[in-house]
């Protein structure tokens, strides 16, 4: 049962054939046999996840069901939930339990989805490994020697692993999609502002954006169904009508074009990642589609723009984690001043110092403009980069990450390198794109490939169906690691 998708789940719940409460002992039992192991859960609480599984089998009982009512599901620690610990993978927040819920926490609660817990993450998002959470990292169920890739690296191992059969994700430079790719499961980033980030403790506010993953497409489909939406308490949140995003799985790709990015398939590219991309492009052929090169030119100076942009952000919004209102307070301070920096310096880790300090910099006096200011003008470029990209495709393919999942402790001594293993996704939040990865293939030593789409703005439907079309044909994303 822990290895089903979410339409097989709902499916049988929907029939009769199992419960909500059957569900979540299952899955409970599953985390306390595994994640001592993975490290993937930061908290989990059963009385409460059963009270939930139990009301949603009343709903059920009463005939009032939704499509996803009883299904379970895993969040993220960066989604405040009610009553839960928020830890936000922090010391700073070790203490933290929210007074509310995140605006996606009540969309799924609405939907009558049990939570099965939080989940680990890199501190702040910040990080490319989810190494750097102050709980300790989470390993890759296919090979604990190695990382689950970040910054949601926990929701990632925990659906790989059979822990929960979906869980939400946050994505600021490639947080969904890089550990979807690295762990073998299928992840989605929708447009900027299509889920709210109300609730979703900021990092940085340009950038990050709410997406849920799973086994599937077409669960991510579901799941997105329930998450997406117009909320007025985030100012960035788009107002446009709810559509369904599973409306277009079935139809066929006939007359699809597939743009490839040169820039994609150069240096840097392993080449058991590239073969496994070139072959999904043969696959996408025989359904139907047709490829035609585009150029991203200024892709290759995304890294540097975002670590220009995204710590300029974290440096401000970081500000307010102070030892004054919540959170970590230093035990020892002579003053006001002696306990703001004792506190910060006590409650943050290396990573999100080293973020801070960089956003602090390139905001100051004498280097806004020669920094800040053009990173943002690069930014414009790499969005319009894509648009004229678009003006020859439909969507764009390419690897997810240039490598697969690497030996935790490989990369933390030399930054720039981790830095790179999101080299192909940053370009999309950039832009404010939509963008998802699937399962396409295995490397030599059975570690799980990610293929990367991204769509046109708006276009999230069309890329779940490319998506569901490459599954229906393939047979990835049903793997699972032995455990």
């Not at 599901?73 to 405040?80: G, L, R």
């Not at 993953?213 to 939406?229: F, Q």
């Not at 470029?381 to 648009?387: C, E, H, P």
Request: aromatic share 8%; net charge negative; glycine share 10%.
């Amino acid at each position: 049962m822990t290895q089903h998708t979410i339409k097989q789940i709902a499916d049988l719940l929907a029939g009769g054939k199992t419960s909500s409460v059957e569900l979540c002992q299952d899955y409970l039992a599953r985390i306390a046999a595994h994640n001592p192991t993975l490290n993937a859960f930061i908290t989990v609480d059963a009385e409460r996840t059963l009270a939930e599984a139990r009301a949603a089998d009343q709903v059920r009982a009463a005939g009032r069901a939704g499509p996803l009512t009883g299904v379970p599901i895993a969040h993220k620690d960066i989604f405040c939930a009610e009553g839960w610990l928020t830890t936000c993978g922090s010391r700073m927040l070790h203490n933290f339990v929210s007074p509310y819920d995140a605006h996606v926490i009540s969309q799924y609660k609405a939907a009558g989805m049990p939570c099965l817990g939080k989940t680990n993450m890199d501190e702040f998002a910040m990080g490319s490994s989810n190494e750097t959470s102050w709980y300790g990292p989470v390993k890759n169920p296919w090979d604990i020697a190695r990382v689950p890739g970040g910054s949601s690296g926990g929701s990632a191992a925990c659906v790989a692993a059979g822990l929960a059969p979906a869980a939400t994700g946050t994505d600021t430079g490639g947080s969904i999609r890089q550990p979807a790719a690295l762990c073998g499961i299928t992840g989605i980033k929708p447009t900027y502002g299509v889920v709210s980030r109300y609730g979703m403790i900021a990092f940085a506010s340009s950038l990050d954006q709410g997406g849920p993953m799973a086994r599937t497409a077409e669960d991510c489909a579901l799941l997105l169904n329930v998450m997406a939406g117009f909320d007025p308490r985030d100012s960035t949140s788009l107002e446009r009508d709810k559509e369904d995003y599973a409306r277009d799985l079935a139809k066929p790709l006939d007359g699809l074009r597939i743009g490839l990015p040169r820039e994609f398939f150069g240096e840097g590219l392993t080449g058991a990642t590239a073969k496994a991309v070139q072959d999904a492009i043969e696959q996408f052929r025989k359904l139907g589609a047709t490829t035609v090169e585009v150029s991203l030119p200024n892709s290759g100076l995304s890294v540097a723009a975002y670590y220009v942009i995204a710590p300029a952000e974290a440096s401000s919004n970081l500000s307010r984690f102070d030892g004054v209102r919540y959170g970590y307070r230093t035990p020892e301070y002579a003053d006001l001043t002696d306990m703001y920096e004792k506190t910060r310096a006590e409650g943050f880790g290396a990573e999100v110092k080293r973020r801070i300090m960089i956003g602090t910099y390139v905001l100051s006096h004498g280097y806004y403009d020669a920094y800040y200011i053009q990173a943002q003008k690069l930014r414009r470029l790499i969005a319009q980069d894509f648009a004229e990209a678009y003006k020859q495709c439909d969507v764009i393919l390419g690897p997810t990450a240039p490598t697969t999942a690497f030996k935790i402790g490989e990369k933390t001594d030399d930054p720039v390198q981790m830095y790179l293993s999101d080299i192909y996704t940053i370009a999309v939040n950039l832009a404010g794109l939509p963008g998802m990865s699937l399962p396409c293939g295995f490397d030599g030593q059975g570690l799980p490939i990610g293929l990367q789409l991204i769509g046109d703005y708006f276009s999230e439907a069309r890329m779940l169906n490319v998506a569901h079309q490459y599954q229906l044909a393939t047979d990835w994303h049903r793997k699972s690691p032995d455990l």
